[in-house]
């Protein structure tokens, strides 16, 4: 069973209309994530190019996990570019938490664009051996 669910998407935006070059500055990309679930969490993976920690927003509230995050992307002094297709500066997901998680004890790392969080199970949730005694 699942214990992480997407709750919300980005709609996705045509830059080269008119009607919503207004709009695109405001537009945000979905990151695309991995989910590795194992005996004692899940572990999840976000795809984050360009992404500093100072410009990475991650919020627990409730059964809500959020991923906020604003990239670094700048041309550099004396060039200009003559076409761009990535120009969207904002990364956003929402995911719903199984409230067999333990939200408490959440984990972030981030390296080289990539986000790792682990979020372990909660106590009640883990797998647990019980002893028998022979009598």
């Known amino acids: 069973m699942s214990q992480l669910q997407t709750t919300q998407h980005s709609a996705p935006v045509n830059p080269g209309t008119a009607s919503n070059a207004n709009r695109f500055s405001d537009a945000t990309l979905t990151p695309p994530v991995d989910v590795v679930e194992d005996a004692v969490g899940i572990t999840v993976f976000a795809d984050l190019p360009g992404v500093s920690a100072e410009k990475l927003n991650l919020q627990v509230e409730r059964d809500a996990l959020t991923i906020e995050a604003e990239t670094d992307f700048s041309i550099p002094a004396g060039l200009s570019s003559s076409h761009a297709e990535v120009r969207l500066a904002?990364?956003?997901?929402?995911?719903?938490?199984?409230?067999?998680?333990?939200?408490?004890?959440?984990?972030?790392?981030?390296?080289?664009?990539?986000?790792?969080?682990?979020?372990?199970?909660?106590?009640?949730?883990?797998?647990?051996?019980i002893e028998v005694r022979a009598t």
């Not at 997901?93 to 333990?102: A, M, N, Q, W």
């Not at 390296?111 to 051996?129: E, Q, T, Y």
């Open 90 to 129: 904002k990364f956003r997901r929402v995911f719903t938490l199984s409230h067999e998680l333990d939200t408490e004890n959440v984990q972030a790392e981030l390296s080289a664009g990539v986000l790792k969080l682990r979020i372990p199970k909660a106590a009640h949730a883990k797998p647990r051996r």
